[in-house]
């Protein structure tokens, strides 16, 4: 089942504007010096744990649906692989957003 959250006006139009800035490319792909088309938006610490870094620009990635599948198992919708890399790429920016903010 899709969280609602998907669906709302917010996550629209943010979702576009990560998909702009980062200018419809893989940013996974990129890495590896090679060109794929963005067409999902991968939140890197995930909405399901962590709802208030929901619509925050340093947790949203632009990748391809093949690179959002690996991330993730899709079996227990664990963060696997190249989800872990970018979680430990941002984790500063996770750590600040929570002294700044701490959770409920």
Request: glycine share 2%.
């Amino acid at each position: 089942m899709t969280n609602p959250f998907y669906e709302s006006k917010k996550w629209k139009r943010k979702r576009q504007a990560i998909l702009r800035r980062d200018k419809y490319q893989c940013q996974v792909s990129k890495r590896y010096g090679k060109n794929e088309t963005a067409n999902t938006v991968h939140h890197i610490y995930p909405l399901e744990d962590y709802p208030e870094l929901a619509l925050q620009n340093w947790n949203l990635v632009s990748v391809s649906h093949t690179k959002h599948n690996a991330m993730h198992d899709r079996y227990t919708n664990q963060i696997i692989g190249e989800g872990i890399a970018l979680q430990n790429k941002f984790k500063n920016d996770f750590e600040n957003f929570f002294k700044q903010s701490p959770p409920p």
